[in-house]
């Protein structure tokens, strides 16, 4: 019997034990290591999703760990294999799958949010989405491979280029990451923040940060761009104000990549977008490029994912690091640890 943080009703999780049954065909056991607490994980923690999430729901999809057993029909994978999830499963038959684009798929199971996911002693999950770590890589950076992967799908999405100038409004984890991926690109970047502590993280890892609170932002670009504007802003604050901001600081032609997940409908100045001829990309999820890249990003320090995780907790802690995040103090990245040993559940 091992251990699950289970998601039972609006801001009320529960640790509980959980059933392992031997992985069927084509499916590999997991002992996960370390689980990352994200945006998405809070908005099922506050009851935002209940009309997707079927309660109880074991969640969590960004993850390291190591396989244990190994169903019939898979191949190139052993025990003790480190490894990654890409947590997306398919049906192969709809448009959007038809047209090469699988990882929108218009009935797609996410594992975490539509399936049990990550947070617990053992994981069983198909062999297709796994993902190969270096065995140099300690699992609990490689916890941040999964976010990375979003950045990078977004920076792809954007057609971010050398030498362009950049915007990133939100400087949580996904947005530090966007401006990370995109600096390795050869863009220039700047992060608009309104948290001192994420700012301050931010300028630790080379950015340069500006509080909208302080400073009149749109100015600023039009400054450091010589009045021509923005080539690229990324929306990932999630805010009604991140919108007017990630519009206003474009320049002619700029492409607003819009990342966060926006509970409601918002306003968009929509002349921006004819005057301007402003183009608006949306981004959701990766592929699997975009997983093997962010590997080689987290690996070779390009993301220096310690500098990012805020804490690890064990995993009997989880809810209380739920209410941390929440209550929105000083932190950045929150891994659960699910190698503790609890009444006899090991890992």
């Not at 084509?26 to 370390?34: D, I």
């Not at 064990?314 to 503790?340: S, W, Y």
Request: aromatic residues 4%; glycine residues 10%.
């Amino acid at each position: 019997m091992t251990l699950a943080v289970r998601y039972t009703a609006a801001r009320t999780l529960d640790t509980a034990p959980a059933e392992t049954a031997p992985p069927g065909p084509g499916e590999v056991e997991l002992a996960p290591a370390y689980v990352g607490i994200c945006g998405t994980d809070l908005h099922i923690f506050h009851g935002d999703m209940d009309a997707r999430v079927q309660t109880p729901a074991v969640i969590g999809h960004e993850m390291s760990g190591r396989i244990t057993r190994i169903g019939s029909d898979v191949e190139g994978w052993a025990p003790g294999d480190a490894v990654t999830v890409m947590p997306l499963r398919w049906d192969d038959t709809c448009p959007a799958c038809l047209t090469g684009h699988q990882h929108i798929c218009q009935h797609l199971d996410f594992i975490g949010i539509d399936s049990p996911g990550a947070m617990q002693q053992r994981w069983t999950v198909p062999a297709t989405t796994l993902v190969r770590l270096p065995d140099t890589l300690p699992l609990h950076r490689a916890a941040l491979v999964e976010p990375t992967a979003v950045a990078v799908h977004d920076v792809q999405r954007a057609a971010v280029r050398p030498g362009e100038q950049i915007v990133v409004v939100g400087g949580g984890p996904v947005g530090i990451l966007i401006a990370l991926v995109a600096r390795a690109t050869g863009a220039d970047v700047r992060v608009v923040e309104v948290s001192p502590h994420r700012r301050a993280i931010a300028a630790e890892l080379g950015l340069t940060t500006w509080d909208p609170a302080a400073v009149d932002v749109p100015e600023l670009v039009r400054e450091w761009t010589g009045d021509a504007g923005a080539d690229v802003a990324f929306e990932v604050s999630g805010a009604a104000a991140g919108v007017d901001t990630a519009v206003e600081v474009l320049g002619v032609r700029g492409r607003l990549c819009l990342v966060a997940i926006h509970p409601r409908p918002r306003e968009v100045n929509l002349h921006r977008f004819f005057w301007r001829e402003l183009t608006l990309v949306g981004a959701r999820l990766y592929n699997r490029t975009d997983f093997e890249k962010a590997v080689a990003l987290v690996a070779d320090g390009t993301v220096p994912a310690d500098r990012l995780i805020s804490k690890v907790v064990p995993l009997t802690e989880a809810p209380a690091a739920f209410e941390a995040l929440e209550a929105g103090g000083d932190v950045m990245k929150i891994l659960v640890d699910c190698t503790e040993r609890t009444n006899g559940a090991g890992a």
